[in-house]
């Protein structure tokens, strides 16, 4: 089974630093396009960043200059370095696989087939 498993989410405080995890199980996901999305419950799910199969990579405005998306694809591994961490990235985070390619006007990949179930990042004042 194809599958996505993030890990290495948990509580920090304001101004600190956290790394998520996001190994792919049961495919090689070199030629993905990845990505990285949040949610809150009740509000809309977000876009973060993405990384494409050539390690061009793109941010939501909210998070550029903190956080930092990577790959190790001998690892079949996704990576998300937050830092200068603040209350309003409280959220669950996703991460997600698609087709290959950048969409420009929305920073995320065209399409995404598989996701993750998910890790809690908390961040207090």
């Known amino acids: 089974a194809q599958m996505l498993v993030e890990s290495g989410g948990g509580s920090v405080q304001a101004g600190g630093s956290l790394r998520v995890s996001c190994a792919a199980l049961g495919y090689n996901f070199r030629n993905y396009c990845m990505g990285w999305f949040r949610q809150v419950p009740g509000n809309k799910r977000e876009g973060v960043a993405a990384?494409?199969?050539?390690?061009?990579?793109s941010y939501s405005d909210s998070v550029k200059g903190r956080f930092t998306i990577s790959k190790d694809n001998a690892k079949n591994t996704l990576y998300l370095q937050m830092n200068s961490l603040k209350p309003e990235d409280t959220a669950m985070y996703y991460c997600?696989?698609?087709?290959?390619?950048?969409?420009?006007?929305?920073?995320?990949?065209?399409?995404?087939?598989?996701w993750g179930q998910g890790t809690q990042v908390t961040v207090s004042s």
């Open positions: 990384i494409d199969s050539d390690g061009s990579t």
């Open positions: 997600a696989a698609g087709a290959s390619g950048i969409r420009q006007n929305t920073g995320q990949c065209y399409e995404y087939s598989y």
